[in-house]
Structure formats: C-alpha cells, structure tokens
C-alpha cells in the first residue's frame, strides 16, 4: 500500500512538473514594452480604431499576435488591445536554428523584409508574389533570406520553400535610347548602366512594369515600358494626326514609348511613338490615353508621359457647348471681367451657366435675360474639355500665411511600401519639400515637420501646429490596400472647421491632377483629430497599384499635385 502511495506521489511530482515547465517555443511570441508616454490602446489595429485605454512608457504586456505594422496585446483587466509597433520595442522569445540552405518562393505581396527576425527591427524593402529567394537560416517564425534586394529577414507564413526551378527564358529588345538598367525593379533603384536602342536582352522574370535581364553577368531589372518581347519589330514613324476634333492633342515626353492594345501595363506592345511627336487624344482612362498612332491604327499609352495641350482654336470656338457650375452662394457676377466691374447679378451654388469666352481669369457667361455677364474663374466649375483658370497674380491671398506642411512618416516609420517598392515616406518627403518651396514663392510663411528622413511622432506634429498658431495644416500622405486595381485621391478632415479647407484643396488639386476622385471624407487620424487648427490630411495616390506607382513618382505628377494644393490654398484664404 505504501509502495503504490509512492508510486502516485511520484507520478503527481512528474506532472506538476511537466506542467509549470514550458515546451520550449519555436513562434515569434514574445513581450512587448512601452517605448512613450501615454499610448493609446485601440480596439482594431489601425489609428481609426477606438481607444479603449491608455498604458505608460516601460510598461511590459505579452504579445498575442501581429497585423500589419500592430501588435496586440493582453491587457491587465484580461481584455486584448492594439497598439502601433513603431512605439514599442519587442523582445522575442524564439530560438534560432540554423536551415538548410534552400530556395523558396514569396506567396504575398508587399512582403517587408527586415534587419532582423521581428516587426520591431526595420524595414530594407519588400518582396512580391512569385519573387524567389535562397533560404539561409530560421528564427522561430522568421527566415534569413537572400533575395534580389539582398540579405534580411521576413515572415516563414510568406515563403513556400521548394526546389530551385530553372525559369523558363525569352528574348526582349529595347525600344529606348539610353535605358537605364537598375539593381531593383524600382525607379529608386541603384543604377548600373544604360542599354542602347535595339540592343537584344534575355527576360528572366517579369514582374508589374519591370522585366528581370542578364546584365554584364548579373541578374538586374529594366522597365518592360521600353523593352519588346516580340521576336521582330519594325520602327516605323507615324504619319501626321488628323485634324484634332477633340480640341486635346498630347505630346510625347519620353524618348521612346509603347503603344499597348490596353489601357494597362499589361496589354500587348502594337507600336511605338518618339519623343516630341503629337497626336489626337481620342480617350482617357485610369491615367493612360489611347491615340491614333498611324493612320487607321489606334492604342494606348501612360498619360505621364504626354504633356496634353490645347488646339489653337479661338477660346470662343474651345469652350462651344460647354457650361460652368457656381461653387457658392451669393457669387459676384459683374459687368466686365474685374473686381472693380459693377454687380449685375448673383447666383447661388449649383447654379449652370453656358460659357461665351474666356478672359483671362474669368469666364464670359450667359444669363437667363439673353445678356452676358462676367464670373471669376476660380470660384466655379467647368464641364470637361473646358480650361479651368487660375487667379492671376494671386500671392497675396497666401502672403504672410503660416503654412505647416508635414511629410507623412519618416525614420523607423517608412510608411506604406509601394508594388514596386516605393516608400511612402520618401515620396511624402519629396512632395513635401516642392509644396514648400512653391508656397514660399507665394509670400507664404512655411513650416516643415520634417525636412529630412527622421521620426517625427503624431504628437509633435499636432503641438507643432498649435505652438505656431498655422493657419493651416497639410499632411501628405500615399494609400495602399490589398486591390491593385483601386486608385484615385482622397482628402480627410476630421472637425467641422476643417471641411471647407478639405473640399478646397481637394477640388484644385483633382482639377490639376486629373485622378480619381474618391471625394472629401472624414477620418479620424491623429494628426487631424487632436488638432486646433485648420488641419487636413490628402492621400494623393495609390501606391498599391503599380501604374499609379509610377505616375505619381513622377515630375510632372509631383508638379501637378503641389500646384493643386497651392491653388486649393490660394482659394481657401481668398
């Protein structure tokens, strides 16, 4: 009986054992620890979310699981909470093991690669769908890897390990002067050389926009806008356009463009126009054109690359049939085309009106009585194909504003990553820097939040605008989601007093841009929910999808969008 006593007391001993000792863990489970004062716990892991609680810096809670850039979090009352990575530091509590080495392919897209195995450490780049990388050693739920971009770490969810494949090859030829072929297939890239017009490449792998060569012996990337996989190609010029009946030809900005049979990266390479050569623009859609490229042959081609201009027909003739919509209540119609011409009439927002003529800034309109009166052309809308005008000499309405312009992210906050592995935080940045110096220009008392890559955090930018009392605050900003094919722009406010600065801005700068407009909305994002001042914050495109990508990397995109902003200003203070 004792015997069996012991034997029991023996087996309990065991198990109580076995269970206050843990399995040794292979996840990327750990604690996280509190790097500010005061964080906000939301109940969803995005800054639109709730905040259920706030937590003090240093304080320490275990990590449930990871999303994008938050983490949740086991709060002390037992419930569970999120908060945003780039604002605490995460200890891992993984073991690393060594992998044989092995290749693998990237199942996601917009992969980040790290410094190290964990959220907490940066981020050196992204990998898409389809992309391959040589696995070289496991931490817990992270693979070291080496991959095009170079060495880093990321997720094992996003990696399917499998043998090495040898990729099926074909042949390309460069349809461009002086193609630069680049380390990534980004415009960012590190540049290696330059290829030369009808110089034939071999194709490894395409990826959206770009196509992956052998370069001087190595693997590197040039852009598929300038390369014709079709066996042969024949250079030929197109005739002279037609008459433009439109009243919009383009012209070709780049030294050697594609025509495709779509309107779309993907669509089939039918012919190619040079730099400096016009045509009719008979079509517009998601940011490309489709034009008449040889007689009785049509296609399309990135509107990025066409600087769209006017026929020189009389402005009588260029606005025939087209009319003007009052954008307020109690609009000033006058007698001639100034300030100082007396009221004839007035006329109330959404009121239409045929246009006769434009002077200037002003459109000649016709009223109701058969006569003509005269409307300021920065106060209306036009219908399409019309010149939306611009208020002459107009620094005045921005002298002595104090304006806040704060550039998106920066330092450990890279933002949104591209398709093609642009980072938001560089390109909010470089907007940034040319809005500035625009509204400079402009008389206008400017002020950066950051004006080099540094971590600037929400709370700083908001008491910046207070501490300088702005009249009024800007925050640039590029969109990514989970659908390629979504893209447009977007302008958030969050306060009643910040709509009309919203829907100001947002309509100058969709006149300038032309982009989608997915309208004026309210969004509760820090920067313009904790703020006094007129604050507002433009998503100004969609990195997300690879054709916006690119258009709004762009010059004439980042011309276009900063001089939308400055007229959207302009109106707002007039």
Not at 227 to 237: A, P
Not at 510 to 524: E, F, H, L, S
């Amino acid at each position: 009986m004792l015997k069996n006593k012991q034997l029991y007391l023996l087996l309990c001993l065991i198990l109580f054992i076995s269970v206050i000792t843990p399995a040794k863990q292979t996840s990327a489970a750990g604690t996280i620890t509190i790097s500010v004062e005061d964080l906000n716990v939301r109940e969803g892991p995005g800054l639109s979310y709730k905040v259920i609680e706030k937590v003090q810096k240093n304080k320490q809670f275990t990590l449930v699981k990871e999303q994008g850039d938050w983490y949740q979090i086991k709060l002390s009352s037992g419930k569970n909470g999120w908060v945003a990575n780039w604002l605490v530091s995460k200890k891992e509590t993984a073991t690393t093991s060594k992998a044989t080495s092995q290749n693998g392919t990237i199942t996601g897209n917009n992969v980040r690669v790290r410094t190290g195995a964990g959220t907490s450490y940066q981020v050196v780049g992204s990998l898409n769908k389809g992309d391959t990388v040589e696995v070289l050693e496991q931490n817990g739920n992270w693979l070291k890897i080496n991959a095009r971009i170079g060495k880093g770490w990321i997720s094992k969810d996003y990696v399917q390990t499998n043998k090495a494949q040898t990729a099926a090859t074909k042949s390309g030829k460069v349809t461009a002067s002086n193609l630069n072929v680049r380390s990534t297939p980004a415009l960012n890239g590190k540049v290696l050389g330059k290829l030369a017009k009808g110089t034939t490449v071999t194709i490894h792998s395409e990826k959206t926009g770009w196509v992956e060569i052998t370069f001087n012996g190595q693997r590197a990337w040039v852009s598929s806008e300038f390369v014709s996989s079709q066996s042969t190609t024949t250079s030929t010029t197109p005739s002279t356009p037609t008459t433009n009946t439109t009243g919009v030809s383009g012209k070709v900005t780049a030294t050697s463009l594609n025509v495709r049979s779509k309107g779309d990266l993907s669509g089939q390479v039918v012919g190619n126009v040079s730099k400096g050569q016009s045509f009719k623009i008979l079509e517009e859609a998601n940011n490309w054109v489709k034009i008449e490229y040889k007689t009785g042959k049509t296609g399309w081609v990135a509107s990025w690359y066409i600087e769209k201009s006017t026929s020189t027909s009389s402005s009588s003739d260029s606005v025939k049939n087209s009319t003007l919509t009052i954008d307020n209540n109690g609009t000033n119609i006058r007698s001639s085309a100034s300030l100082n011409a007396s009221v004839i009439a007035r006329a109330d927002a959404g009121q239409t009106f045929s246009i006769v003529k434009i002077h200037n800034d002003w459109y000649e309109i016709k009223l109701a009585n058969g006569k003509s009166g005269f409307v300021a052309g920065w106060i209306v809308s036009v219908s399409s194909g019309v010149p939306q005008v611009e208020k002459n000499n107009s620094s005045s309405d921005l002298k002595n504003k104090k304006i806040l312009i704060d550039p998106g992210h920066g330092g450990r906050d890279s933002g949104t990553i591209g398709a093609q592995g642009s980072l938001e935080k560089q390109l909010t940045l470089k907007t940034g820097q040319l809005l500035y110096n625009k509204l400079k220009a402009r008389g206008a008392n400017v002020l950066l939040t950051r004006s080099n890559d540094q971590y600037v955090s929400l709370a700083t930018r908001v008491s910046m605008a207070h501490y300088q009392n702005a009249d009024a605050f800007i925050s640039i900003h590029f969109d990514s989601i989970n659908d390629r094919t979504v893209r447009g722009m977007t302008s958030y406010y969050y306060h009643s007093y910040q709509k009309d600065l919203a829907q100001t801005v947002h309509k100058a700068t969709i006149a300038q841009t032309k982009m989608k407009d997915r309208g004026v909305r309210q969004g509760n994002y820090h920067v313009i929910r904790e703020n006094r001042q007129d604050a507002i914050l433009l998503e100004l495109g969609y990195l997300s999808n690879p054709t916006e990508e690119m258009l709004v990397k762009t010059s004439q995109y980042q011309d276009q969008v900063t001089n939308g902003i400055v007229q959207g200003l302009n109106n707002y203070f007039n």
